[in-house]
Nanobody
C-alpha cells in the first residue's frame, strides 16, 4: 500500500507561481506512474499531468506550456513535483497527487481518476485575480 503525502499548496496572485511536491513511501514502487489531478467543488476530478519512472511526461491541454512535472526516484522513496507558472484564477482547485503501478500513456490523463489506485489527501491552490 503506497502512501502519498503532498505539500506546497497556498495562495498566489494571478501570474504567480507555486511548486507542489508529493512523496510516495516505499521505494519498491519504482515503476509507478505518478501525476496530479485537481478538483473544484461540484465538478469531476481533472487530470493535470503524469510522469513515468523513465521521465516520460504527459500534460492536459490546460497545463501545457505553463506547468512542468518532474520526479526524483531513490531506493527509499519517489517524489513528484509540479511547477505551476503563469497561474490563473481558473487554476484554483484542490490538487491531488496520484500514482499507479503501470506506465501511463498519453490517453491516461484523459481517462479519469479511476485509472489511479493511490491518492494523496490533496492540497489547496488558490489564485486571486
Amino acid at each position: 500500500q503506497a502512501h502519498l503525502a503532498e505539500s506546497g499548496g497556498g495562495s498566489v496572485q494571478s501570474g504567480g507561481s507555486l511548486r507542489l511536491s508529493c512523496q510516495v513511501s516505499e521505494g519498491q514502487y519504482s515503476t509507478l506512474c505518478m501525476g496530479w489531478f485537481r478538483q473544484v467543488p461540484g465538478k469531476e476530478r481533472e487530470g493535470v499531468a503524469t510522469i513515468n519512472y523513465d521521465g516520460a511526461t504527459y500534460y492536459a491541454n490546460s497545463a501545457k506550456d505553463r506547468f512542468v512535472i518532474s520526479r526524483m526516484n531513490t531506493n527509499i522513496r519517489n517524489t513528484v513535483y509540479l511547477e505551476m507558472n503563469s497561474l490563473k484564477p481558473e487554476d484554483s482547485a484542490t490538487y491531488f497527487c496520484v500514482a499507479r503501478l503501470s506506465r501511463c500513456v498519453r490517453e491516461t490523463i484523459d481517462q479519469g481518476s479511476d485509472e489511479f489506485a493511490y491518492w494523496g489527501q490533496g492540497t489547496q491552490v488558490t489564485v486571486s485575480s
